[in-house]
């Protein structure tokens, strides 16, 4: 019951490679199963990631002031009101929780992850991913509690520079809020359109399908289902995560959290393999009381085009046209990955 639709085409031109011969250049269009948003797939092997010094932002003059250090954070960073969070910032190992200088919301959070200032893949450890996690998702527990008119929960995560992050100390993004963008609102209304239709929840429909075909179902970690989508949001692919069974805050465990850790080690381990450095990422909840969305993780590789001119990966397709495009083929990366699920 549910369709994965693209289109094959390709263009024709007489190349300056080659003489000015003919060449044909294949491309994809494919529609998105659930949203019928599309996303071109072209390119295919001309872009890389580009990898970044991260040592380079040790140097102070690079550096500059970071209020997420721990050496500035008691008198740089803001505080809760009383009444939200009475002890003013909270801890967790190494993740302090405070709120967002710039907020998005009226409850908005930042996780800073870690101590350090400059932290590669490799050191997202298990601990400082559970801690941070733990944290955020506490938070907004407590922030349900106290206000009810905000249904939808988010963690979003910008990781080093290509992905918009403002800082490159690691820090997580959390709020709750009544407007959670375009692509949630569209997903959670086809999803709701979806179980109207056919009696059945569409992720819970998605994980058994692709797990079915197998081209781009990853692996299966406890509560989380692992898949490179059919149709991808960045421009050198994406992964989701979907737990079928979570579907508002009050639903996600301790142990879907260790799950979505255990998965995450795994692609980190393939990023540093692709040399891929920067992503944005993003953890989705739906309302209580209703069992047509589920809870999925999102996690979108960013890059430079060069490092001479700091290109970056965006450009008129997804800023004016709102069209993904993507370089690289799902079932392909779906492929890459998989050794790392061993």
Request: charged residues 25%.
């Given at each position: 019951m549910i369709e994965f639709r693209k289109v094959e085409s390709e263009s024709t031109f007489l190349d300056p490679r080659k003489g000015f011969t003919p060449t044909t250049v294949r491309f994809q269009v494919r529609v998105d199963p659930l949203t019928g948003r599309s996303c071109h797939f072209s390119h295919f092997g001309a872009i890389k990631p580009q990898r970044l010094d991260l040592a380079v932002y040790h140097d102070p003059a690079v550096k500059g002031f970071c209020p997420f250090c721990s050496e500035h954070r008691e008198r740089a960073t803001p505080r809760f009101m009383p009444e939200v969070i009475p002890e003013g910032r909270l801890s967790r190992g190494e993740a302090f929780l405070i709120p967002n200088l710039f907020p998005y919301d009226i409850h908005s959070g930042v996780v800073v992850m870690t101590d350090d200032h400059v932290v590669a893949l490799k050191d997202l450890t298990q601990e400082r991913l559970r801690d941070a996690f733990s944290l955020g998702f506490g938070f907004l527990r407590r922030i349900a509690a106290l206000d009810g008119s905000l249904p939808y929960h988010l963690m979003t995560w910008n990781y080093m520079p290509p992905s918009g992050g403002g800082l490159v100390h690691p820090h997580q993004q959390y709020f709750a809020t009544a407007y959670p963008g375009n692509q949630f609102m569209d997903e959670m209304s086809a999803s709701q359109r979806f179980a109207e239709r056919h009696r059945l929840n569409y992720w819970?429909?998605?994980?058994?399908?692709?797990?079915?075909?197998?081209?781009?179902?990853?692996?299966?970690?406890?509560?989380?289902?692992?898949?490179?989508?059919?149709?991808?949001?960045?421009?050198?692919?994406?992964?989701?995560?979907?737990?079928?069974?979570?579907?508002?805050?009050?639903?996600?465990?301790?142990?879907?959290?260790?799950?979505?850790?255990?998965?995450?080690?795994?692609?980190?381990?393939?990023?540093?393999a692709a040399g891929i450095f920067s992503f944005n990422a993003s953890l989705c909840l739906g309302p209580p009381e209703q069992e047509h969305f589920s809870c999925y993780f999102r996690i979108v590789p960013r890059t430079f085009l060069n490092t001479r001119d700091y290109a970056p990966d965006l450009n008129f397709f997804q800023a004016i046209l709102s069209e993904p495009i993507c370089v690289v083929l799902p079932e392909d990366l779906c492929r890459d990955v998989k050794p790392y699920f061993k």
């Open positions: 819970y429909a998605l994980a058994r399908q692709e797990a079915a075909g197998n081209e781009r179902y990853i692996a299966r970690i406890g509560s989380g289902h692992w898949i490179a989508p059919f149709v991808s949001l960045g421009l050198l692919g994406e992964i989701l995560c979907i737990f079928p069974d979570v579907f508002s805050l009050q639903d996600l465990s301790g142990d879907d959290i260790d799950d979505l850790v255990a998965g995450l080690e795994r692609i980190f381990r393939y990023y540093e």
